[in-house]
């Protein structure tokens, strides 16, 4: 489906919207021409900065509001007073049919909530999860809830799992992705009940995926697993905690490489090397996280990228417009009944 | 109090055990040339490891047994029939007073369950929490629960947040440690239940505490606190996670530095400059995790660490031991009436 199409873009999440915002269009622009865009915010901030983007004015429109939803804003309060805010009409425009997909870098609980009221779930989906995937010792991988819903049970856990195994194989490209489950040990009695409950339903059960088991938080950068699967708490947690450890590595390694002259001079000579390195880690690479399990394409930003991480983002929301992954998931859901899956276990 | 002590090991526990335990002695008896060592384990494996090993034999008595807990043992089994294990025995031995402190690098359920049930808690602390200290961008930090305690309450988290401010003070040598709860977000509505309730108690309450607020993950190696707090579940993730990212990195550093010729002559320059990180970044420069809360010096060494990880536990432990530690935290604690604060918020 490489043809022409639209994404609808809230210009005013993020903390360096909108100017990140038309800036990151204006770099996808090169990679992705056929996309055009819908940006909904505020006109007067908006105008000028598309009259420094050239390519970026020529493909999009705007739509002006002078609302938006604050970072601070509950997410039950942004979609009660908020229908008018920049990342509602947003969504709106993908439930009407106006865009394919919408971006935000916004509030990520009202983003879920409102997505999930306007768009409404994917069959045999009670919640949406965040996705997204991350570079580990054996290749990419994708994990999930991170950070979508804070308590989750084992039902919904199952559900994170069937929709990780689809983005891993249509997304990443994985022919059978490894399902694991993250917990604080490898043993069956590890954990609280809901991933202990969850781990016995995909261990006993006729879905037609591979489940590895249980994995630790070392596995994450192990690779150990395509697809780690767990609540959007300890998610939310576990990915941000490799971000401030790689900082920190970075960190360290600056400071080792600029300790003696001797150290100084490798570095210097190792600098191209340790560059390709930097760029293999920027988290910028890796921005733009799915809903998964709405009933359309929504993709969340992270709140403080700019505008390189923001075109990562709609690249990653182009793919999977692109790979049609709400008509995958459907289709490959409709060969799964979770509820059935339980049942023969319980 | 520098005087003559001994330590009671659990000489069974861990992937390396028994030689590690061993060859872990002859290390720590070069630095710590006052302690003596009750090792519990099987006389048959433990006597020619210590004909091997002529200083830790020197200093060290067997007390025979043929049982060990083993890693898949549930925690009440093994506290209901590991009465004669290698870590029950050693743990008893603090007890009787035969001991200062004991180390097991043992099954973590078992040894709280033993611990708690022996031992038994400090006046004020209602559960025994896993804390230890790992290395930040801005130096070390404490973090707990690592995996004590899979579901943790208001009331847990604030006790933790008491215990790691003290283990922070004592043990890291800092004068006032900042504290942060982690969660998914700074704001205040963030979270579950458990750690707003917490967060409302510790900031509104007259603990003479420096409480930070919520923090992130990425916090954690950025080293935004000194002591970051946690349930066991997320605690325990977030911590192999920082691991397991770690040696990614490592790992794509690696590859970096052998990639062209260039490199790998910058990556030799650069080599003893890299080895000091290496050694900075080491797990087990930092292995030895603190059970604390309970009535007793007991430590938890990593389960796959080797004869220097178990130096390295030992010297924590000798640490803790001089310091007087459990003193401090029944002052300290004596001077904090959790109850009453949480009932001021209230």
Request: hydrophobic share 45%; glycine share 10%.
């Amino acid at each position: 489906m490489n043809t022409r199409f639209t994404l609808s873009l809230d210009a005013m999440g993020g903390d360096h919207a909108p100017k990140m915002v038309v800036e990151g269009i204006e770099i996808a622009c090169e990679r992705f021409p056929d996309i055009d865009f819908l940006l909904f915010g505020d006109e007067k901030q908006l105008k000028p900065l598309l009259d420094a983007c050239p390519r970026a004015k020529a493909r999009s429109q705007i739509h002006h509001t002078d609302e938006a939803v604050q970072n601070e804003t509950k997410a039950a309060v942004a979609l009660r007073r908020g229908r008018n805010t920049s990342m509602r009409l947003a969504i709106n425009a993908v439930k009407d049919g106006r865009a394919a997909g919408v971006i935000s870098s916004g509030n990520t609980g009202a983003l879920m909530a409102m997505g999930k009221f306007v768009l409404k779930m994917l069959p045999g989906i009670d919640r949406p999860a965040i996705a997204t995937y991350f570079p580990t010792q054996r290749g990419d991988s994708v994990m999930l809830d991170l950070g979508a819903n804070v308590e989750c049970d084992e039902r919904n856990l199952v559900q994170f799992a069937v929709m990780g195994e689809v983005f891993a194989r249509n997304v990443l490209g994985v022919q059978q992705p490894s399902i694991g489950l993250l917990n604080v040990g490898v043993e069956g009695f590890k954990g609280n009940d809901a991933v202990r409950a969850a781990h016995d339903i995909l261990r006993e059960s006729t879905l037609p995926i591979k489940f590895h088991g249980f994995v630790e938080g070392d596995d994450i950068g192990l690779g150990t697993v395509d697809v780690v699967v767990t609540d959007g708490f300890t998610g939310n947690i576990a990915l941000k905690t490799t971000e401030g450890t790689a900082k920190m590595v970075a960190f360290f390694l600056k400071q080792a490489l600029t300790g003696s002259f001797m150290a100084k001079l490798g570095g210097l000579l190792a600098r191209p090397a340790l560059n390709v390195l930097r760029t293999r880690m920027d988290p910028r690479r890796y921005n733009g996280a799915m809903l998964v399990g709405l009933n359309g394409i929504c993709v969340k930003s992270h709140g403080s990228t700019d505008e390189i991480g923001f075109a990562t983002a709609i690249g990653v929301t182009a793919n999977l417009v692109n790979g049609q992954f709400n008509e995958r998931i459907k289709e490959d859901m409709g060969g799964i009944n979770i509820d059935q899956s339980a049942a023969e276990v319980a």
